[in-house]
């Protein structure tokens, strides 16, 4: 590891190798429209960069889905297995390259 951080937006650790991980809890995300995520630290690239939306409910199943992101920020949101829009907490990752 050569740097780790903590910021408003969540935690980040980047790699030597150019590898960095992004993660951040969104406790209510938003019901009626996307929700963005500004990263932690910011992407060299939108090339490759992978994110993944995670429900942290213990009763219901949740789908998290996520929009193409950009190297600084991603639109998402969480859905209930009726298909609706739900503000139940989700665990948001990305990776990708800082250099």
Known sequence: ???RGTNANGEFVRFADGTQICTQVVGSPSNSADTTWTFPAQFVTATGLSVHVTGRTGSDAIIGSARP???????????NTSGARTTAAVSLLAMGRWF
């Open 1 to 3: 590891v050569i740097q």
């Open 69 to 79: 992101p950009s190297t600084a920020s991603v639109a998402f949101n969480a859905f």
